[in-house]
């Protein structure tokens, strides 16, 4: 399929290490933040989400951080796989304010080493 | 989450023609919306489209080039007018669920030439 991202920030890894993908946002009302995983020639996967009134949210490999104070997003992904190889964006809305179109970060590529 | 399917997938199209995309949901939603994602970037958000009404688009986008249809829940088309090359791009539907998850179809992947 096509590839996203050819001129993403790339960040490479060795298979079963921990990966830390970062993200800035801008808009102090933003107060929901997700992260999504998009593979080459398809759409992006959601992963996990985070509300403003947490600063921490644990899923399955993957943790998501929040520091508003900075504007700050991480995902960290435990033990990476190849199959974590792909473009990871963020993305913020502002629900509080009734929006729910999201806002995007340009995104980083995961490239997991063998 | 929700089954998002798109129509056409992948397509190839000639210049100054027009091609409409189809946005099924297996689920009825409140809140749809068209972004774009052209070659090596990230997403950008086209327009939110609003069930029995006019869509609302996002600075940049305009309802002649993008026009948009929804006439149900479940269901929205988005059409790209006279298109140039500028418009090879993957168009993505997006759909949000209880709770204010938001997902995404497969895309559109089209090229103009």
């Given at each position: 399929?096509?590839s996203?991202?050819?001129?993403?920030?790339?960040?490479s890894?060795?298979e079963?290490?921990?990966?830390?993908?970062?993200?800035?946002?801008?808009?102090?009302?933003?107060?929901?933040f997700?992260?999504?995983?998009?593979?080459?020639?398809?759409?992006?996967?959601?992963?996990?989400?985070?509300?403003?009134?947490?600063?921490?949210?644990?899923?399955?490999?993957?943790?998501?951080?929040?520091?508003?104070t900075v504007?700050?997003?991480?995902?960290?992904?435990?033990?990476?796989q190849?199959?974590d190889?792909?473009v990871?964006?963020?993305?913020?809305?502002?629900?509080?304010?009734?929006?729910r179109?999201?806002?995007?970060?340009?995104g980083?590529?995961?490239?997991?080493?063998? | 989450s929700?089954?998002i399917?798109q129509?056409p997938?992948r397509?190839?199209?000639?210049?100054?023609?027009?091609?409409?995309i189809?946005?099924?949901?297996d689920?009825?939603?409140?809140?749809?919306?068209?972004?774009?994602q052209?070659?090596?970037?990230?997403?950008?958000?086209?327009?939110?489209?609003?069930?029995?009404?006019?869509?609302?688009?996002?600075?940049?986008f305009?309802?002649?080039?993008?026009?948009?249809?929804?006439?149900?829940?479940?269901f929205?088309?988005?059409?790209?007018?006279?298109?140039?090359?500028?418009?090879?791009s993957?168009y993505?539907?997006?759909?949000?669920?209880t709770?204010?998850?938001?997902y995404?179809?497969?895309?559109?992947?089209?090229?103009?030439?």
């Amino acid at each position: 399929g096509e590839s996203v991202g050819l001129h993403l920030p790339t960040l490479s890894v060795q298979e079963g290490d921990n990966s830390i993908i970062n993200c800035a946002y801008s808009n102090s009302a933003s107060d929901y933040f997700i992260w999504y995983k998009q593979e080459s020639g398809k759409g992006p996967q959601f992963i996990i989400d985070i509300r403003s009134n947490m600063d921490k949210r644990q899923g399955q490999r993957v943790t998501v951080l929040l520091n508003k104070t900075v504007k700050h997003l991480s995902l960290q992904i435990a033990a990476t796989q190849p199959g974590d190889s792909a473009v990871y964006f963020c993305a913020e809305v502002a629900v509080g304010t009734g929006r729910r179109a999201l806002t995007f970060g340009s995104g980083t590529r995961l490239q997991v080493q063998p | 989450s929700a089954v998002i399917s798109q129509k056409p997938s992948r397509d190839i199209c000639q210049r100054g023609t027009s091609l409409t995309i189809q946005c099924q949901v297996d689920s009825q939603v409140t809140m749809m919306f068209w972004y774009r994602q052209q070659p090596g970037q990230s997403l950008t958000l086209i327009a939110t489209a609003n069930q029995g009404s006019e869509a609302t688009y996002e600075s940049g986008f305009v309802i002649d080039k993008f026009p948009i249809s929804r006439p149900n829940l479940t269901f929205s088309t988005l059409t790209v007018s006279n298109m140039s090359p500028e418009d090879s791009s993957i168009y993505l539907c997006s759909v949000v669920l209880t709770g204010n998850t938001i997902y995404f179809g497969e895309g559109s992947w089209l090229t103009v030439v």
